[in-house]
């Protein structure tokens, strides 16, 4: 089971946030094709999403996005279209 780091407060583990909130959260989504999964899963069913939402509106500063840099236009377009700033690093 993940733990805090007594030294760093970091959080290894997005059920950790479940009624709590993080300065920052990073959400790694390391396989091809991350980012289409929002168009084609159900998110009132799919887990994988409902964990997605827990950890990116439980930031309050910052909320961080990794993925396969051939995703990284994608998601841009798409957060942009919704007004959410973006930055691409």
Do not use: C, F
């Not at 909130?21 to 790694?28: I, S």
């Amino acid at each position: 089971m993940s733990r805090i780091q007594a030294a760093t407060g970091i959080r290894t583990n997005i059920i950790q946030l479940k009624g709590d909130e993080a300065d920052g959260v990073l959400l790694l989504l390391p396989d091809a094709g991350s980012t289409q999964r929002r168009d084609t899963a159900d998110p009132a069913t799919d887990e994988v999403l409902r964990v997605w939402y827990v950890a990116l509106t439980h930031a309050r500063r910052l909320a961080t996005i990794a993925l396969p840099d051939e995703e990284n236009d994608q998601l841009a377009r798409l957060l942009t279209e919704r007004q959410v700033p973006v930055r691409v690093a």
